[in-house]
């Protein structure tokens, strides 16, 4: 093998790596929903509706399974006092990346936008 050959080779892996980062897990089961967002504040409160959002996210590929087990689940937002808004970060650290969710009514907020199944990526 030649040099252009293990950089073919790297580069080939490292598009393999990539693609494979960004699917769903085929394999996440209800119970790894779960422990997915068991850290959530507020979990005894909204947890079924907590593993719901989690599952949406993912299946749309809003979220990846490790950005939720980054973040622990959901965080209760100070910015919405009063209301049930909670975020994740889905994607990076910024604020740019945060998703909120309101619990009760449903609806996505910053990187999603929408209810129920009207909800779409922002942009």
Same mark, same amino acid.
């Given at each position: 093998?030649?040099?252009?050959?293990?950089? =073919?080779?790297?580069?080939?892996?490292?598009?393999?790596?990539?693609?494979?980062?960004?699917?769903?897990?085929?394999?996440?089961?209800?119970?790894?929903?779960?422990?997915?967002?068991?850290? %959530?504040?507020?979990?005894?409160?909204?947890?079924?509706?907590?593993?719901? =959002? =989690?599952?949406?996210?993912?299946?749309?590929?809003?979220? %990846?399974?490790?950005?939720? *087990?980054?973040?622990?689940?959901?965080?209760?937002?100070?910015?919405?006092?009063?209301?049930?808004?909670?975020?994740?970060?889905?994607?990076?650290? %910024?604020?740019?990346? *945060?998703?909120?969710?309101?619990?009760?009514?449903?609806?996505?907020?910053?990187?999603? *936008?929408?209810?129920? =199944?009207?909800? *779409?990526?922002?942009?």
């Amino acid at each position: 093998m030649n040099f252009g050959s293990f950089i =073919a080779i790297g580069l080939f892996g490292a598009i393999c790596v990539v693609a494979a980062t960004d699917l769903p897990s085929p394999t996440l089961t209800d119970e790894g929903y779960e422990r997915l967002v068991a850290y %959530s504040d507020d979990h005894d409160r909204y947890g079924e509706t907590f593993i719901g =959002a =989690a599952r949406w996210l993912i299946e749309a590929r809003i979220c %990846s399974e490790n950005d939720l *087990r980054e973040s622990g689940g959901w965080t209760k937002s100070r910015t919405h006092r009063g209301l049930p808004v909670y975020f994740a970060n889905c994607g990076g650290k %910024s604020l740019e990346y *945060r998703v909120y969710f309101n619990a009760v009514t449903l609806e996505f907020y910053g990187r999603a *936008r929408g209810f129920g =199944a009207a909800v *779409r990526l922002a942009g």
